[in-house]
């Protein structure tokens, strides 16, 4: 786990780093970066994802998936959900956003709602929060005994499904077409979060369902093998957060069919990639569900809107 000796000054360092979209001096980034060499790098064929393994996630994980893992800081399994399941969750969420499109839901417990346009030029949700809580079809997704096989992957005791915390069951929904407010989004961890707040790094995964089929021509996500386990350093200054969207020769692009899940390290740098292709083609949906420990911090109407989505709006 990563121990910051000065908690607050980084606090303040990653707030001016998204206030101004940059990081800090490229010469405070080579001080704190460690060789490349530190993280393993896959063969370069396996940046078309035709070699790394596709688990199958069973009540509990195999030792090669822990390995694997704890070595490279994510899984793919498939599949996990059925063709029909898959559409019944896509059919959930239609019927979600019809209900946020026709009260004007602007925000879920603090958390703003990304509206776009579709193919058709018809408004659509392209980014949900706390989906599951505004639909019983996806609520009960989340109780499915399979995800209870990830929680030792976060080291510590009392894993549990965040579907109440941090922005509960987050649905992105990605389409490259005029008037898209959501078409990629560029380098980051999902850590950074906990430093905007001065806290200790908390360990958590960030689980995926894709429900759509995604080749690695046609843009989707990448990850960078093994950076879960860099410093705080790297972890600030590697990339340019969000802003950052371009190819890293050590990336790693993530082929799905629907149905796959994914689990990734939220410490690991990672980015979806716009699809060079227009129109429906371009349509990527996926479902993400934060797996965390320690104190429960559940969200409200109340709950104020998290300073780091201040920022969603760049995201493009």
């Given at each position: 786990?990563?121990?910051?000796?000065?908690?607050?000054?980084?606090?303040?360092?990653?707030?001016?780093?998204?206030?101004?979209?940059?990081?800090?001096?490229?010469?405070?980034?080579?001080?704190?970066?460690?060789?490349?060499?530190?993280?393993?790098?896959?063969?370069?064929?396996?940046?078309a994802?035709?070699?790394?393994?596709?688990?199958?996630?069973?009540?509990?994980?195999?030792?090669?998936?822990?390995?694997?893992?704890?070595?490279?800081?994510?899984?793919?399994?498939?599949?996990?959900?059925?063709?029909?399941?898959?559409?019944?969750y896509?059919?959930?969420?239609?019927?979600v956003?019809?209900?946020?499109?026709?009260?004007?839901?602007?925000?879920?417990?603090?958390?703003?709602?990304?509206?776009?346009?579709?193919?058709?030029?018809?408004?659509?949700?392209?980014?949900?929060?706390?989906?599951?809580?505004?639909s019983?079809?996806?609520?009960?997704?989340?109780?499915?005994?399979?995800?209870?096989?990830?929680?030792?992957?976060?080291?510590?005791?009392?894993?549990?499904?965040?579907?109440?915390?941090?922005?509960?069951?987050?649905?992105?929904?990605?389409?490259?077409?005029?008037?898209?407010?959501?078409?990629?989004?560029?380098?980051?961890?999902?850590?950074?979060?906990?430093?905007?707040?001065?806290?200790?790094?908390?360990?958590?995964?960030?689980?995926?369902?894709?429900?759509?089929?995604?080749?690695?021509?046609?843009?989707?996500?990448?990850?960078?093998?093994?950076?879960?386990r860099?410093?705080?350093?790297?972890?600030?200054?590697?990339?340019?957060?969000?802003?950052?969207?371009?190819?890293?020769?050590?990336?790693?692009?993530?082929?799905?069919?629907?149905?796959?899940?994914?689990?990734h390290?939220?410490?690991?740098?990672?980015?979806?990639?716009?699809?060079p292709?227009?129109?429906?083609?371009?349509?990527?949906?996926?479902?993400?569900?934060?797996?965390?420990?320690?104190?429960?911090?559940?969200?409200?109407?109340?709950?104020?809107t998290?300073?780091?989505?201040?920022?969603?709006?760049?995201?493009k």
């Open positions: 786990m990563v121990i910051c000796p000065n908690l607050s000054v980084v606090a303040v360092a990653a707030q001016q780093a998204i206030n101004s979209c940059e990081v800090v001096s490229l010469l405070i980034v080579k001080k704190h970066e460690a060789p490349e060499s530190d993280f393993p790098r896959f063969h370069p064929s396996m940046t994802l035709s070699e790394y393994p596709r688990f199958t996630l069973g009540q509990e994980l195999t030792a090669e998936q822990r390995a694997f893992f704890a070595k490279h800081g994510f899984l793919h399994f498939r599949p996990f959900a059925s063709p029909e399941q898959v559409q019944a896509l059919a959930a969420t239609q019927q956003q019809s209900d946020w499109l026709s009260n004007k839901v602007e925000k879920v417990n603090g958390v703003p709602i990304k509206y776009g346009k579709d193919v058709d030029g018809s408004p659509i949700v392209q980014r949900f929060a706390f989906a599951s809580q505004h019983p079809v996806l609520h009960e997704l989340l109780q499915d005994p399979r995800f209870k096989a990830l929680f030792p992957l976060l080291e510590i005791k009392d894993g549990r499904v965040g579907e109440n915390e941090r922005d509960g069951l987050v649905v992105n929904h990605y389409v490259n077409v005029e008037g898209s407010e959501f078409s990629q989004m560029g380098w980051h961890t999902d850590s950074l979060r906990d430093v905007f707040y001065g806290k200790r790094i908390r360990p958590m995964l960030n689980v995926g369902l894709h429900l759509d089929g995604t080749k690695a021509t046609n843009g989707g996500l990448r990850v960078i093998p093994g950076t879960h860099q410093g705080l350093g790297k972890m600030l200054f590697r990339k340019k957060y969000y802003k950052d969207v371009f190819y890293d020769p050590n990336e790693i692009a993530i082929e799905t069919e629907p149905g796959d899940l994914t689990v390290d939220g410490r690991m740098w990672h980015r979806v990639a716009q699809s292709l227009i129109g429906p083609a371009s349509r990527r949906r996926v479902m993400y569900v934060p797996i965390i420990g320690g104190k429960y911090q559940p969200k409200s109407d109340d709950s104020p998290p300073f780091y989505l201040r920022f969603l709006h760049l995201v």
